[in-house]
């Protein structure tokens, strides 16, 4: 995944304007092959193909957790980040929603305008070309990142659906995820600690690893066992995770602080401060204040 995010810092320089993914992302939506598409494209219904999305998609990006969460009358298809994705991160978010959305406009006919997405940084330097690339209002400094749509688009029949296409593309979509050998352990408990972090009203962000050995049916030392072989530990991932939320949040300057700290499970902020020194060698407010004087002047 290194490997991946230095390609694309490096593209990111290369390119002639800076929102060029956007195009990009439309037009691999529309050579976007294999078992999982064949399953969108046959879904009952707008849920049934979510579903179907959140379930298989994690093999294509491991570096992510999609999920669906419902609010009242509103949808959320989350991704929530499962590693440090640096300045890689818009391309990395915004591709995969770009995809979706297509999908939904393509095979649904629905009313973009409807919909909404949310993205947990702050406004990139080529912000005023994202209402012309997803076809409907994009907030910035957001809790997640997120396509929000109609809950009740989720009932929407699909007049292509047979029955026939879709269970086949189901029983290839669990083949492909079998001949892979599903997602390590590593990107399993990482999609445990991201589903925690964005949990709301939580008493902790991050559960104790008992917690996750139970939620992944192993026990404790079978996770601690398949993490060494994967190179690191229980206590690294959880830092992994929360060291890159920091910055995404220390980054949205209308947080204070404390909020950074309550947002990632630290109800006592001179906590917060002593493991962000530990990780970065810095305290918070130092941190922020030097990313702000780094950052480019429009």
């Not at 399953?39 to 219904?45: H, I, K, R, V």
């Not at 919909?115 to 005023?128: G, M, R, S």
Request: proline share 7%; glycine share 6%.
């Amino acid at each position: 995944m290194a490997q991946a995010l230095r390609y694309i810092q490096n593209a990111n320089r290369l390119a002639p304007r800076p929102d060029w993914y956007h195009e990009w992302a439309r037009d691999l939506a529309d050579h976007f092959h294999g078992p999982l598409s064949m399953a969108l494209l046959s879904a009952p219904t707008l849920g049934a193909a979510l579903e179907a999305f959140f379930k298989y998609f994690p093999a294509r990006i491991p570096y992510l957790h999609p999920r669906g969460r419902r609010r009242g009358a509103r949808y959320y298809a989350e991704l929530c980040p499962l590693i440090d994705l640096g300045s890689s991160k818009p391309l990395l978010i915004e591709v995969p929603l770009l995809i979706l959305q297509q999908y939904l406009a393509s095979v649904y006919s629905v009313d973009l305008a409807q919909a909404a997405v949310e993205l947990d940084y702050p406004p990139t330097p080529h912000a005023d070309a994202y209402s012309r690339a997803f076809r409907c209002p994009v907030r910035f400094g957001a809790a997640g990142n997120a396509l929000v749509i109609p809950a009740q688009w989720l009932d929407v029949a699909n007049v292509g659906y047979a029955e026939s296409s879709w269970s086949f593309a189901l029983q290839q979509c669990e083949a492909s995820l079998g001949a892979a050998g599903g997602r390590s352990t590593l990107a399993r408990v990482r999609a445990c600690l991201a589903a925690a972090l964005t949990e709301p009203d939580r008493v902790r962000a991050m559960p104790r690893l008992e917690e996750v050995a139970g939620q992944l049916c192993m026990s404790p030392r079978t996770v601690i066992r398949h993490l060494r072989a994967e190179g690191t530990t229980y206590q690294e991932t959880v830092d992994e995770l929360l060291k890159g939320r920091a910055r995404e949040l220390l980054a949205n300057r209308a947080l204070k602080i404390k909020e950074v700290s309550a947002a990632l499970g630290f109800h006592d902020p001179a906590n917060f401060g002593t493991a962000f020194k530990r990780w970065f060698a810095l305290s918070p407010r130092a941190w922020r204040n030097r990313a702000a004087a780094r950052a480019p002047r429009g």
